[in-house]
């Protein structure tokens, strides 16, 4: 069975420029989190999506978005990108349906705005 | 809210020796716990988590850890140290299994080991 895949897998953009970070869950999982990691901060929890609805969510300012499609796979968006939102961005999966499971991470996409 | 506090940022050790990673934590409901670890620019990688089946989990790559309520612990330990275990490793707490609540994560404890 695939991994969670998280595209791409290095960014680069520019401050003020947006940019959309795609996750593809672990087959049959159903709920995806997003995590921000930075040296500073360490890992925070973004938000949760399960069935294309956002079920929980940090401490995030409104520049961080995202959304889950009907097939699972989701996105999460950051407008008006700021130097400080360079960070690896973490996707995870964990299927909801079983109690006691755990969440599958992805590799993350690092992302580094100049 | 649940907080999560790993003692010590780095711990060297050297090859063969025990490995102690320190977590603590607080919650207000029983929780679920887990160990993650983390190889230069991957993601996370589960190796054990607790659920309140038995106090003592053992995971992958030999590693174990006990929950202990009275201290609010969850040490993780590996009784022989490999060049391979050098990583970053994270403590967690969630209030669901699978995180849907959000895994609240500590700082990270960068393991060295010696040759």
């Known amino acids: 069975k695939a991994g969670v895949t998280q595209t791409p897998r290095y960014l680069i953009k520019t401050r003020g420029q947006q940019v959309t970070l795609s996750c593809s869950p672990i087959?049959?999982?159903?709920?995806v989190s997003w995590y921000q990691q930075t040296p500073g901060q360490g890992l925070q929890f973004l938000f949760e999506?399960?069935?294309?609805?956002?079920?929980n969510k940090g401490n995030f300012p409104g520049r961080f978005s995202g959304r889950q499609f009907s097939n699972s796979r989701s996105e999460m968006n950051v407008s008006t990108l700021e130097l400080g939102d360079s960070a690896l961005y973490l996707c995870?999966?964990?299927?909801?349906?079983?109690?006691?499971?755990?969440?599958?991470f992805g590799q993350g996409t690092r992302l580094t705005v100049v | 809210a649940q907080s999560v506090t790993q003692l010590g940022s780095h711990v060297s050790v050297s090859e063969g020796a025990l490995v102690l990673l320190r977590c603590n934590y607080s919650?207000?409901?029983?929780?679920?716990l887990f160990w993650y670890v983390q190889y230069p620019n991957q993601g996370l990688q589960l190796l054990l988590k607790?659920?309140?089946?038995?106090?003592l989990v053992k995971g992958i790559n030999g590693f174990e850890a006990e929950f202990k309520k009275s201290e609010t612990s969850f040490h993780l330990t590996k009784p022989s140290a490999h060049m391979s275990d050098a990583a970053e490793y994270f403590c967690a707490v969630s209030l669901s299994g699978g995180g849907a609540d959000g895994l609240t994560f500590g700082k990270g404890t960068h393991l060295i080991i010696q040759p």
């Open positions: 087959s049959g999982h159903r709920s």
């Open positions: 995870a999966s964990s299927p909801v349906d079983r109690p006691n499971t755990e969440a599958f």
């Open positions: 919650s207000s409901v029983p929780p679920y």
């Open positions: 999506y399960f069935s294309e609805t956002q079920r």
């Open positions: 607790y659920t309140s089946a038995a106090t």
